[in-house]
């Protein structure tokens, strides 16, 4: 190669050159780097990283024994018991209005009148002709008696007097629609002072003093709602269903709690009143039907709950805290912290939950420790330390010390004690 084409390639692939060897030395650095790393630290299910010999600080406590209340949640609305919409039942103008807006009133009570004028002029008219009708019955019948002596004598004929009895009655029937008539123009009268039929909480008022109302009016005057007691619909999948009857057919009463819609606030309590009589095939779920008394008003009609049903509840059930739940690709599962100060994977069949608390159907036993912080960098036979002054953790600590004293009596290759750090 002469020394010009020399040159020229040295230009042109030196620098490629340089380039590559940093590269293979960076690659070289990072793979001896992952395999420092990877043998001082061990992980399990992705957890974070340790070094090698050093036991894991975790917070556990031991597993307990207790009642685990059964409970169904579903979505509802609060419903009024009864609710009303007062109308007026006769037409003219309304002159006054006796409730204020949003007041709680008793069932009877006046709420508004409507003129009365018009209709104590009809009653007028009506006596008036009932004691004109009444007048003519009185003449008629005298006049009767009259035509029948004349015919009992021989001196009347026998048609003034079946034409003057005939009378008479034409008179009485008479009379019994003038009274009809004055009954009709009272009712009209006391439809002028306005009652609410049921007791309950006023709402907005619909129409101002001084309009004219119909009996046909859509609006009507003020709509009533009774609050006390006061119902909440809610729904339960059907899958649910038998538990709720079995309560039910037992003839205890069902409690129900209602929350708010973030589900952070019971808002009453109450008693479950009865179930729909089918269920709904597009949701395949079935209404049910709660009472609350509602003494300090805190639900309202239409407000959105969530309704909590106590359905049954475990007794001497084994629990633990719902920090202490693992779930991997070999299901779920607790660590328990064993007396050497390892820790061993424990499958366990999971019961019902209850706020911090879940059941533990199969797996576990009452008073072994489960880890319920620092899990996330466990794996099975990882030492441990119990770690931080609460009082579940003192407890773990003790009992994990007796048994760790109960190896030491067995001698130095039989059992193996360790302090927990402090």
Known sequence: MSSKRASAWRRRYMPLLGLG??????????????????????HHGGGGSVARGQPIPVDAEPARRGDMPLHLTGIGTVTARNTVTVRSRVDGQLMRVAFKEGQNVQAGALLAEIDPRPFEVQLLQAQGALARDQALLANARIDLERYRTLYEQDSGSKQQWDTQQALVKQYEAAIKSDQAQVESAKLQLTYCHITTPIGGRVGLRLVDPGNIVHASDATGLVVITELQPVSVLFTLPEDELPAVRKRLGAGNRVPVDVYDREKKTRLAS????????????????????????????SLFPNQFVNADLLVDTLHDATLVPTAAIQRGIQGIYVYVVGSQQTV??????????????????????PGELVVVDGADKLRQGAQVVVSGRTAANEAARTAASEGFAADAGKGPNEG???????
């Open 344 to 365: 061993a994977v424990r499958p366990v069949k999971l019961g019902p939950a209850e706020g911090e608390e879940a059941a533990v159907l199969e797996g576990l036993t």
């Open 270 to 297: 109450g008693f479950l009143l009865t179930l729909d009589n089918q269920i709904d095939p597009a949701t395949g779920t079935i209404r049910l039907k709660a009472e609350f008394p509602n003494e300090d008003g």
């Open 416 to 422: 193996r004690h360790r302090r927990f750090a402090q």
């Open 21 to 42: 060897l940093v590269g293979l030395a960076a690659t070289l650095a990072y793979l001896h780097w992952l395999r420092s790393d990877s043998g001082a630290s061990g």
